[in-house]
């Protein structure tokens, strides 16, 4: 396995960040594949992601960036753009639940949202909005309570985040035939973005 990392100032004054990764079968992962991350950091944050299959047989992948967003009130936040979608919930072995309204937290929730096309809002403060292309599932998490025993959240800080990730998970993994590349991406703005 082998890694690179390297940044570029771009003359609009964004900040790229790019992480490159090979990796020849291993115990980890059976089949060779290289994968890079772009981070572009300015008024917004834009993530790439690229998966290339480097082997000579088909691999699946699944994969979400893990976005972790501040929110000013637990209470008070919404994701708003799943109401009537259909979701598996992870606290209950992924039984097949619908979202009726905006997501809310008042308890631990733990969701994959599969077939999700449409920008997403954060409504909260600050309000956040979450466009994509080519990451059809979205996973929707905060530990609740639960974070009193998990090491690396510890009580109460489950207050000051919800994670909104976008990806392609369980059935809208992404398939890589023998040298394929596949790319998706996702912008984060707290400007509503045109489409």
């Known amino acids: 396995m082998r890694g690179w990392l390297w ?12 992480f490159s990764f090979d990796s020849s079968a291993n ?13 572009t950091l300015g008024a917004g944050i834009k ?14 992948c699944s994969w979400v960036l893990h976005s972790y ?7 008070d936040v919404r994701v708003k753009g799943l109401a009537e979608k259909n979701y598996l919930d992870n606290l209950e072995n992924h039984a097949v ?30 309000n956040i909005f979450i466009r994509h292309h080519n990451c059809p599932s979205v996973v929707v998490w905060n530990p609740g309570a639960n974070a009193a025993n998990i090491a690396d959240i510890g009580a109460g800080n489950e207050q000051d985040y ?13 398939n890589l035939l023998a040298g394929e590349t596949k790319s998706a991406w996702v912008e984060i703005n707290e400007k509503k973005l045109l489409m």
């Open 47 to 60: 993530l790439e992601i690229t998966v290339s299959n480097t082997d000579n047989k088909d691999f699946d």
């Open 7 to 18: 940044g570029v100032l771009l003359a609009n004054g964004d900040a790229e960040l790019i």
């Open 97 to 126: 639940k619908t979202q009726h309204d905006d997501v809310s937290f008042p308890a631990e929730v733990d969701r994959v949202f599969p077939v999700v096309e449409n920008e997403l809002e954060i409504a909260g403060a600050p």
């Open 69 to 75: 967003h501040p929110v000013n009130s637990l209470a």
């Open 27 to 39: 115990q980890l992962f059976n089949f060779d594949f290289s994968a890079q991350l772009i981070m």
């Open 162 to 174: 919800i994670c909104v990730e976008r990806g392609a998970v369980l059935a809208e993994k992404w």
